[in-house]
């Protein structure tokens, strides 16, 4: 319910203040489980990919931010859950793929964090073993102007043209590592956002 109610504000929001455009919604899957690999440039990303997927997503959201009793309980009710950075967190794993096994589609940036300059960073394995683990194909998606709207390290919203672009699904080899899962999952990314 929280979901839903969040989502419709969120979509206000974005569609008022960064005239918020989905390009690619027919690509999304319409049941079952599958991990949304995004670019991330901005504290805006979950929110506008939340908004612009027409599916329930879950999230995996920085530990930081459950240290707020009130954020956290949101965070929670709208299918959010810790992960710590930095480090090999087996429990955020172990509740991703439960999360995935049970069909329920993840948001995912594979670059770990927030790129500096807008450019895409390096890529971590883990999103790359989860979708191996899994079997669940991946939904590839481009956002693009919410660097502007709201950049790393800033407080301070600016009206600016926001676009999610949704490519279409595809599944991993399996005979390949999980650098190279990643590093395919990142060249997905990289050729929608040439196209956007």
């Keep these: 319910m929280l979901y839903t ?30 991990i949304l690999a995004s670019n991330h440039v901005s504290n805006l990303d979950p929110l506008m990919l939340g908004a612009a997927c027409s599916r329930k997503l879950g999230y995996m959201s920085k530990e930081e931010l459950f240290r707020s009793p009130i954020l956290a309980f949101w965070l929670r009710h709208v299918h959010a859950f810790p992960v710590k950075r930095q480090v090999h967190d087996v429990g955020a794993i172990r509740e991703a793929l439960k999360r995935l096994k049970s069909g329920q589609p993840l948001l995912m940036f594979p670059e770990g964090g927030r790129s500096a300059d807008g450019e895409f960073s390096d890529v971590e394995p ?3 073993m989860l979708a191996m ?25 600016s009206f600016n043209k926001i676009v999610v672009v949704f490519g279409k699904e595809f599944y991993l080899d399996n005979n390949q590592s999980y650098e190279e899962a990643a590093n395919r999952i990142k060249n997905e990314i990289i050729a929608l956002g040439e196209s956007a």
């Design 5 to 34: 109610v969040s989502r419709f504000f969120i979509i206000l929001f974005g569609k008022i203040f960064f005239f918020l455009q989905a390009k690619g919604k027919e690509n999304i899957p319409k049941s079952g489980a599958f």
């Design 126 to 128: 883990g999103v790359g």
């Design 133 to 157: 683990h899994t079997s669940v194909p991946i939904l590839p998606a481009f956002i693009k102007g919410s660097e502007k709207a709201m950049a790393k390290g800033s407080h301070k919203i």
